[in-house]
DNA sequence: GACGATTTCAACCAGGTGGTTAAACCGTCC
DNA sequence: GGACGGTTTAACCACCTGGTTGAAATCGTC
């Protein structure tokens, strides 16, 4: 009997971290597929403890003991959304970071293809943040892979800030803070949501909040980067 | 037999969210506050879900029964330490607020305030963030009583920075936004500390990094504010 | 020191959890 | 038809979890 679960590997193989947005993972069975959704769809809002096999079982329309079939358990099924989801959050990364003339149309480029990825991908970033509160073992690894690769996203973003460092388009920052304010200012309310809701229900509604936002999050990094 | 786990009442019944930067729940016994500070740290760390009761009362050096007996149980006692620490929460960003000449000074006592308290209360973050993350039923009063009372913190901190666009301190901003970013730079890389941590790896100890971010973050806020 | 109230404990319980199993199903190739 | 591989299912299990119990120890007080 070939053991299904071996599907986990073929992603492994592969050295490089093409930045391609496309994120479907295409040798996965339509069963599997559906597997997958379901447990991101759970993982994501009830986190790793608070999901319930029983759960994704049911939201997937399979069986319970056909998670134990395609993945091993739930530890295999948790580092299997997981990855992927890490890679799909590392492609929209490199898909936001577009060739422009300017510094500042990079900027906004970057922040509004950011926001709006995660505005489509909630439940990613809810459980990349939701991993790295719980410990993150296995953010570690991911992480520490994407870095050291060579044409990986964050070393692109911090390649084209010490450009415009150079080029005199801004002031001397460090790049590593500036993007992880930029990332931050991103994703954080996201995080937030509940709080940020209460607090602004009185402001229309959630999309219209966040197109404000990412107006807000340009104006205040590029002028906070802006030249003496 | 008196009710012991009737001491969640006390705090109940004041209306007023004092920004004192007090926290020790002076009510409660030794005993009580042992059982409260095991169980931040296991909230804190594991989440609701992957908290444990055993755990907890292992911490706090007593029995397993003695939770139900101070506590109704784990639901009544996550909501105590989550009240709790809301509250210790909110008294911090009163105190990062402090009565300063410029705004200038204003803003950068209160980010050094907010990130250092944020360090000393790493496990309040996550718990919060956490509750967030999950769904936040429990958020949504605290925040709502919170934004409604008239000298909180919140409200003051959007005063100020009004009044600071009336003087011309700063450029026009919406004052809600304005803090969002702040907050949001000041506690995210505390909740992904772990990635974090790994693309620093070689830039020295978490503490000297922290005190880095301080300053960057200051930097790109008030420039960012900067009137035109 | 007796007595009642409070605090502590070991043992126990019901329910839910992830995980397993053995049999049935189903298309396909001989 | 029937053997065979991958797939699906219902029933089942061991274990862990939160929660309970009733009795024993401890404490305050008269």
């Known amino acids: 009997m070939t053991d299904p679960s071996a599907n986990t590997s073929p992603d492994d193989t592969d050295g490089d971290a093409t930045p ?9 069975s339509e069963t599997e597929q559906q597997i997958f959704d379901a447990a991101l769809a759970e993982f994501g809002r009830k986190g790793k403890d608070g999901a319930r096999m029983q759960a994704i079982a049911d939201s997937a329309g399979i069986n ?7 993945f091993r ?28 003339p300017t510094f500042e ?5 970057f922040i509004e293809g950011y926001v709006s990825f995660v505005r489509d991908n909630e439940l990613c970033v809810r ?3 939701s ?3 719980a410990g993150g073992t296995l953010v570690a690894e991911h992480v520490r892979r994407m870095k050291t690769t060579e044409g990986a996203p964050p070393r692109v973003m911090v390649d084209r800030i010490q450009a415009a460092v150079e080029d005199g388009d801004i002031r001397p920052v460090d790049p590593d803070h500036t993007i992880l304010s930029i ?3 991103c994703i954080f309310f996201f995080a937030m949501r509940p709080t940020v809701e209460v607090l602004h229900e009185d402001a229309g ?5 966040v197109t404000s936002r990412t107006e807000h999050i340009f104006e205040l990094i590029y002028r906070g980067l802006a030249p003496r």
Do not use: C
Request: no cysteine; net charge negative; aromatic share 16%.
């Open 105 to 109: 149309e990079t900027l906004r480029a």
């Open 73 to 100: 358990g739930k530890d295999q099924l948790y580092a299997d959304v997981f990855r992927h989801t890490m890679q799909r959050f590392m492609a929209s990364f490199g898909a936001s970071l577009t060739e422009a």
């Open 131 to 133: 991993e790295n509160l």
């Open 20 to 28: 391609s947005p496309s994120f479907d993972v295409s040798e996965y």
């Open 127 to 129: 459980l990349i943040v």
């Open 183 to 185: 990332v931050s200012t």
């Open 205 to 209: 509604d959630w999309d219209a909040f």
């Open 64 to 70: 319970k003991a056909m998670l134990h079939y395609y």
